[in-house]
């Protein structure tokens, strides 16, 4: 997949092509050998029809002059005191690369070499944020990466966890053009199976900075991400990602995270309910599916979302629902796409959530609310009916497990989301009201003490529902004395 070059990426490797390198000095130095450097001027600054010509006929010179052999010291090892000469090399080494795609496989031919060995360490040349050398080493990396494919031990095992260890570092920067480059990188990294588990597998380094930027993107930032989430499925969408792009999230590194994202979720069977557990990728991404205005940034939520769901039906599918999806995936069937995958695919997950809401009650609804973890106004709760036919149901449901996830929501405090306390409350009173007879086991797993609790709370409305539960109880206690 390729992707245009970062402004600042293309610029830099610009004014390294254009500095004169005394080579001979280099030479006399000690930098380099004569023989590195009649290969290194066969190739520099000539056409690259002359270049690729004169690597395919020497691909194991090539690949020994920059990765070193039996003894022979790679021109990185020799240059690496040299800054000026160690820059100009490592541009060099990536543009060989994407101009002639035999060397990075060339690079791994020979089942003793160790490819890695005199580029790694360039990658912890500096910690000086200003030093090119390890974004250009990185650079170098990537394409040796990508361009064989490699899933070698000495890849997978150590290259590449330290490379992505590295490009998480940019992705966390406060500057967007090396957000950018850490994020475009990703994507050309996450070309196999074992790349992108082993993506998952550093998700705090990796994945969480880039939900962090759709979170800015989509306005929801600071405080409890969650709780800002929900609260956000029922406001007014604002005026589309243009309105934040000022609040340093431009339209092309969202883009580009939605790519690596959405390449991420070819392994939604094995990661998607751990991904949505974590980040709350199925409503962060039905938040961007209302806020989205080009139909790039549109086309890519669409697929991740419905690699996700058809992926992780049982699990999924329900917090989509209570994501209000359907409802958004209805309003963009009025809009007219001009890509013909964008239209399938939206059809495509529109019937997977039609046939899901088909044969769900409002039952099933109930506990995928409470199953997500946060509770909203939804008509359910303050239903007569839905409790009196359901609140013994409720009770029973996988020996108390409603009951028991219901206990944890009113156990944390929720600085930023006052009203699931207040509606966990209103829950527990009506199942006291409608099953007075299991107020014991409603004891047991610690709701009435913590009724009690609410009660001191600042905010009035969960001060009311508590106060409204406890009546309750105190009302069937002494009723049955």
């Keep these: 997949m390729s992707l245009d070059p970062p402004t600042y990426l293309a610029s830099l490797q610009s004014n390294i092509r254009q500095r004169p390198i005394p080579w001979d000095g280099a030479v006399r130095a000690g930098t380099l050998t004569e023989e590195q450097l009649a290969k290194i001027r066969a190739v520099d600054?000539?056409?690259?029809?002359?270049?690729?010509?004169?690597?395919?006929?020497?691909?194991?010179?090539?690949?020994?002059?920059?990765?070193?052999n039996?003894?022979?010291?790679?021109?990185?090892?020799?240059?690496?005191?040299?800054?000026?000469?160690?820059?100009?090399?490592?541009?060099?080494?990536?543009?060989?690369?994407?101009?002639?795609?035999?060397?990075?496989?060339?690079?791994?031919?020979?089942?003793?070499?160790?490819?890695?060995?005199?580029?790694?360490?360039?990658?912890?040349?500096?910690?000086?944020?200003?030093?090119?050398?390890?974004?250009?080493?990185?650079?170098?990396?990537?394409?040796?990466?990508?361009?064989?494919?490699?899933?070698?031990?000495?890849?997978?095992?150590?290259?590449?966890?330290?490379?992505?260890?590295?490009l998480a570092s940019l992705t966390k920067n406060s500057d967007a053009g090396l957000q950018d480059i850490g994020v475009q990188e990703y994507s050309q990294l996450l070309y196999s199976r074992v790349c992108r588990q082993q993506f998952w597998k550093q998700r705090s380094e990796t994945v969480g900075p880039l939900i962090d930027i759709l979170r800015a993107a989509a306005g929801i930032s600071g405080g409890d991400a969650s709780a800002n989430l929900w609260s956000g499925t029922t406001a007014p969408p604002r005026s589309g990602f243009e309105a934040s792009v000022g609040g340093g999230v431009g339209l092309q590194l969202l883009y580009h995270v939605l790519l690596v994202l959405w390449q991420l979720s070819f392994e939604a069977a094995d990661i998607g309910d751990d991904l949505n557990n974590e980040y709350d990728i199925v409503l962060l991404y039905t938040h961007l599916l209302r806020l989205s205005p080009k139909e790039k940034t549109t086309r890519l939520v669409i697929a991740t979302l419905y690699n996700l769901l058809s992926n992780n039906q049982n699990s999924l599918l329900p917090t989509a629902v209570l994501a209000r999806l359907p409802q958004f995936l209805q309003n963009l069937s009025s809009r007219q796409f001009t890509d013909p995958d964008l239209v399938e695919d939206r059809d495509k997950l529109r019937e997977l959530v039609e046939e899901y809401t088909k044969t769900k009650t409002t039952f099933d609804e109930y506990v995928a609310e409470v199953n997500s973890g946060h509770l909203r106004w939804s008509p359910p709760h303050r239903s007569s009916v839905f409790w009196a036919e359901n609140a013994r149901k409720i009770l029973d449901y996988e020996n108390g497990e409603i009951v028991r996830k219901l206990a944890e929501i009113m156990q944390q405090p929720w600085e930023n989301d006052k009203a699931v306390l207040a509606i966990a409350c209103n829950d527990v009173g009506c199942l006291v009201r409608e099953v007075p007879e299991k107020r014991s086991q409603l004891e047991r797993y610690g709701l009435k003490r913590r009724i009690m609790e609410l009660m001191g709370e600042a905010d009035e409305n969960v001060r009311w529902e508590s106060l409204r539960a406890l009546g309750g109880w105190l009302q069937y206690s002494f009723d049955t004395k």
Aim: glycine fraction near 4%.
């Design 70 to 166: 039996n003894g022979q010291r790679s021109v990185l090892e020799l240059a690496s005191k040299r800054p000026d000469v160690c820059q100009y090399l490592l541009v060099l080494l990536s543009d060989l690369l994407d101009d002639v795609p035999a060397l990075s496989k060339a690079f791994f031919q020979s089942e003793d070499s160790n490819p890695y060995k005199n580029i790694l360490p360039l990658l912890a040349h500096s910690t000086n944020t200003e030093d090119p050398i390890p974004l250009l080493t990185s650079i170098v990396l990537v394409r040796l990466m990508a361009g064989s494919r490699d899933e070698s031990t000495a890849t997978a095992e150590k290259a590449l966890p330290m490379l992505f260890s590295y």
């Design 45 to 68: 600054k000539v056409k690259r029809d002359v270049r690729r010509q004169v690597i395919e006929a020497n691909l194991d010179g090539y690949k020994t002059l920059f990765a070193g």
